[in-house]
């Protein structure tokens, strides 16, 4: 990297500033989800200037609201779609060996055969994970890092997911597919990777009108308007590209999930996969977290009329998806069981059929007057579809630009797992910040009390909140406590952290 990757109050402030004094930029962007983050950093990293719009904050949309996987596509094997099972592996590596090795990890799957998978479908399974190792091997994954796919005996079966049914069970299949500390903090890495190469990230300000060659904004923090000038623009918005720019239509769909403690399953080593009744391709999936959490989906429920900007997941939903797991498991989890939950829309292209049934595919479209807008996709392939929205704005607007290097670009903070694993720093925040955790411990300075937790039961600690502060652009209390940490996922985590959050923006702001 070439130049400072913090983010804070009074970077935004200076760079907001010479932008509305009339500075032009090669490229503007608007959004902040893993896309917008995406090609603010593939555009700065060859060489044009960038501006970075959001009107909330870095992953304020669906980007904070997935599954927290960077998977290798099986699903859409099953479906006969290899390009884009193909894509999601080569992006998986990506991520797993080279960009990001900080923040994911391999995660094994166990798929229990109890009296509720028949022999065909355990047979239809496990045909699936060899066509997908195949799949890693063609994709240049080592199987180092997601080794090979087995049969397991009911017994090691039990030990990797100790709630499920013993009655009727025959053993298991397992394999392996990649896992994210945090989907918020990839955006938030790829954000600052991204400054650290001269993009100015500006979160709070709101595109009201784009052009080919601008925007119309208002900083919602002091409610001045302006015009961003940019000799190109590319509107990567999610599932509110519409809203920007006619006539680009998406099909939203809502996928939900419940936050669980771990020791409601037994303390699962690996995901739990749960078949849908009825489905022969889908599946609920119980995913463990390092700190004590299950993140438990996913529903697919399609949305109609206007889309919101937070969405809020069903108790028909939640039910659904305790229903789902409750056929595996040995002990009944209940609605009391439920710690939090959380939802979020899939940005899907236009088709027939059930929302369930749509393809992933992403596609880039350019409007009458030069506005580039990339749509559909999914996380996993935030990379592939930020480098095609930039080749078409390079093309389409007749920019100087270098190639694209992103596929070998690391993230601030990535790092090998075995220098990772000899940094002087809480294995907590390694798995977090990576190469940056000592710099994250050392914001206590010379307090104890900054590197415990913020409250009973909290495993965030307030060098973290500093940090985030003073490095990640954090601005409010919920940038805090909604999408740094993710603390407000669980809701009792979130109020027990927030006087802690309300002293430490007031101190800062001081600072600033």
């Given at each position: 990297?070439?130049?400072?990757?913090?983010?804070?109050?009074?970077?935004?402030?200076?760079?907001?500033?010479?932008?509305?004094?009339?500075?032009?930029?090669?490229?503007?962007?608007?959004?902040?989800?893993?896309?917008?983050?995406?090609?603010?950093?593939?555009?700065?990293?060859?060489?044009?200037?960038?501006?970075?719009?959001?009107?909330?904050?870095?992953?304020?949309?669906?980007?904070?609201?997935?599954?927290?996987?960077?998977?290798?596509?099986?699903?859409?094997?099953?479906?006969?779609?290899?390009?884009?099972?193909?894509?999601?592996?080569?992006?998986?590596?990506?991520?797993?060996?080279?960009?990001?090795?900080?923040?994911?990890?391999p995660l094994p799957f166990v798929?229990?055969?109890?009296?509720?998978?028949?022999?065909?479908?355990?047979?239809?399974?496990?045909?699936?994970?060899?066509?997908?190792?195949?799949?890693?091997?063609?994709?240049?994954?080592?199987?180092?890092?997601?080794?090979?796919?087995?049969?397991?005996?009911?017994?090691?079966?039990?030990?990797?997911?100790?709630?499920?049914?013993?009655?009727?069970?025959?053993?298991?299949?397992?394999?392996?597919?990649?896992?994210?500390?945090?989907?918020?903090?990839?955006?938030?890495?790829?954000?600052?990777?991204?400054?650290?190469?001269?993009?100015?990230?500006?979160?709070?300000?709101?595109?009201?009108?784009?052009?080919?060659?601008?925007?119309?904004?208002?900083?919602?923090?002091?409610?001045?308007?302006?015009?961003?000038?940019?000799?190109?623009?590319?509107?990567?918005?999610?599932?509110?590209?519409?809203?920007?720019?006619?006539?680009?239509?998406?099909?939203?769909?809502?996928?939900?999930?419940?936050?669980?403690?771990?020791?409601?399953?037994?303390?699962?080593?690996?995901?739990?996969?749960?078949?849908?009744?009825?489905?022969?391709?889908?599946?609920?999936?119980?995913?463990?977290?390092?700190?004590?959490?299950?993140?438990?989906?996913?529903?697919?429920?399609?949305?109609?009329?206007?889309?919101?900007?937070?969405?809020?997941?069903?108790?028909?939903?939640?039910?659904?998806?305790?229903?789902?797991?409750?056929?595996?498991?040995?002990?009944?989890?209940?609605?009391?069981?439920?710690?939090?939950?959380?939802?979020?829309?899939?940005?899907?292209?236009?088709?027939?059929?059930?929302?369930?049934?749509?393809?992933?595919?992403?596609a880039v479209l350019t409007s009458?007057?030069?506005?580039?807008?990339?749509?559909?996709?999914?996380?996993?392939?935030?990379?592939?579809?930020?480098?095609?929205?930039?080749?078409?704005?390079?093309?389409?607007?007749?920019?100087?630009?270098?190639?694209?290097?992103?596929?070998?670009?690391?993230?601030?903070?990535?790092?090998?797992?075995?220098?990772?694993?000899?940094?002087?720093?809480?294995?907590?925040?390694?798995?977090?910040?990576?190469?940056?955790?000592?710099?994250?411990?050392?914001?206590?300075?010379?307090?104890?009390?900054?590197?415990?937790?913020?409250?009973?039961?909290?495993?965030?600690?307030?060098?973290?909140?500093?940090?985030?502060?003073?490095?990640?652009?954090?601005?409010?209390?919920?940038?805090?406590?909604?999408?740094?940490?993710?603390?407000?996922?669980?809701?009792?985590?979130?109020?027990?952290?927030?006087?802690?959050?309300?002293?430490?923006?007031?101190?800062?702001?001081?600072?600033?």
């Amino acid at each position: 990297m070439t130049g400072d990757a913090s983010l804070n109050a009074a970077r935004r402030a200076r760079e907001l500033a010479a932008l509305a004094a009339g500075e032009v930029v090669d490229v503007l962007v608007v959004g902040l989800g893993v896309t917008g983050a995406g090609v603010a950093l593939d555009a700065a990293s060859r060489g044009l200037s960038v501006a970075a719009l959001d009107a909330h904050d870095l992953a304020f949309g669906t980007s904070r609201w997935s599954s927290k996987l960077v998977h290798g596509g099986l699903r859409y094997l099953a479906r006969g779609e290899v390009g884009i099972a193909y894509e999601s592996a080569r992006e998986r590596g990506i991520l797993l060996t080279r960009t990001a090795p900080h923040l994911t990890r391999p995660l094994p799957f166990v798929l229990p055969l109890t009296p509720a998978v028949p022999p065909r479908q355990a047979a239809l399974a496990a045909a699936g994970s060899r066509a997908g190792d195949l799949l890693r091997l063609t994709a240049g994954t080592p199987r180092q890092t997601l080794p090979s796919p087995r049969r397991l005996t009911p017994a090691e079966t039990r030990h990797l997911v100790p709630g499920v049914r013993a009655g009727g069970l025959r053993g298991g299949l397992l394999h392996w597919d990649g896992q994210l500390e945090d989907d918020a903090r990839l955006v938030i890495a790829l954000a600052r990777t991204a400054a650290a190469h001269g993009a100015r990230i500006l979160p709070r300000c709101r595109a009201e009108e784009l052009v080919g060659d601008g925007a119309l904004v208002t900083d919602t923090l002091t409610g001045e308007r302006f015009t961003i000038r940019a000799r190109a623009v590319i509107n990567a918005t999610g599932v509110w590209a519409g809203q920007l720019v006619p006539g680009v239509t998406l099909r939203p769909s809502q996928g939900t999930h419940v936050v669980l403690p771990a020791t409601a399953l037994g303390g699962p080593a690996a995901a739990l996969t749960a078949p849908v009744p009825g489905e022969h391709d889908r599946f609920v999936f119980a995913l463990p977290q390092p700190d004590g959490l299950v993140y438990a989906g996913l529903t697919d429920e399609p949305v109609d009329g206007p889309v919101p900007d937070v969405p809020r997941p069903t108790e028909a939903e939640i039910g659904f998806l305790l229903d789902v797991l409750n056929l595996v498991l040995d002990t009944g989890l209940s609605r009391a069981d439920v710690l939090g939950a959380f939802a979020g829309l899939r940005p899907l292209l236009p088709g027939g059929g059930r929302t369930a049934d749509l393809s992933r595919r992403h596609a880039v479209l350019t409007s009458p007057d030069g506005v580039v807008t990339v749509v559909g996709g999914k996380l996993t392939t935030y990379r592939r579809m930020a480098e095609d929205a930039v080749d078409t704005a390079i093309r389409e607007r007749g920019l100087a630009a270098g190639p694209c290097r992103t596929t070998r670009l690391p993230l601030v903070g990535a790092a090998p797992p075995a220098q990772l694993a000899a940094l002087p720093a809480p294995r907590r925040l390694v798995r977090r910040y990576g190469l940056e955790a000592p710099m994250v411990a050392a914001e206590a300075g010379d307090d104890p009390d900054l590197l415990a937790p913020v409250a009973p039961g909290v495993p965030v600690t307030g060098a973290e909140l500093l940090w985030a502060i003073r490095h990640e652009g954090a601005l409010t209390e919920d940038d805090l406590l909604d999408r740094r940490t993710r603390l407000g996922l669980v809701p009792a985590h979130r109020e027990a952290a927030l006087p802690m959050a309300r002293a430490l923006l007031a101190a800062q702001a001081q600072a600033f």
